[in-house]
């Protein structure tokens, strides 16, 4: 099934907030509040997610609305990769999230491998920029910029983080059961085709 109810009621909770934020007229905000409201019912319509949730992930942002970041760590060792699972749905994927106010994407990176794994890692290249909405993610509720940025392993070892259970090395042939809202399989055979080929350009959406 097309998911573009989903790209339609983003997009009208894009024009909503930016009408919220711009408007001065005490009539046009009464009209872009009930576009906000049109846009949560076509959530809840074509999900399980309650009202209120729904609201909560949209009446919480403010200001014009832009994509949000999240960075993936890819870190390899004896040709396989650095993956966490994670406490949410128990399934794994490359160490990361959202970038944090104040660091760059590669202090981020760094900073969720160390607090997601417990190991010690240096940056060395941007592999990706990829938008969620183009590469088979399950439906989100906002759209994602995700930067993929390639690790090296110097120190540290395996640890649980507040959010994970669980850290382990995979290779290529023995993927396991993925968080496909974080990374998908196609993702991680791109990272590992940068591994066997590491004069390839970076990839950009």
Known sequence: MSDKWLEWAKRIQSLSQAGLTFSKDVYDVERFEELRSISAEIIEEYTELEMEKIKDLFTNETGYQTPKVDVRGAVFRDDKILMVKEKMDNRWSLPGGFCDIGLSPTENTVKEIKEESGYDVIHKRLIALLDTTKH????????????????????????????TNGVKFFSETNLPKLSTKRNTEAQIRMLFDFLRNPSKETIID
Request: glycine letters at 14%.
């Open 136 to 163: 088979g993610h399950p439906p989100l509720p906002y759209q994602y910029y995700k930067l993929f940025i390639n690790c090296e392993l110097v120190g540290g070892q395996a640890t649980n983080g507040v959010e």
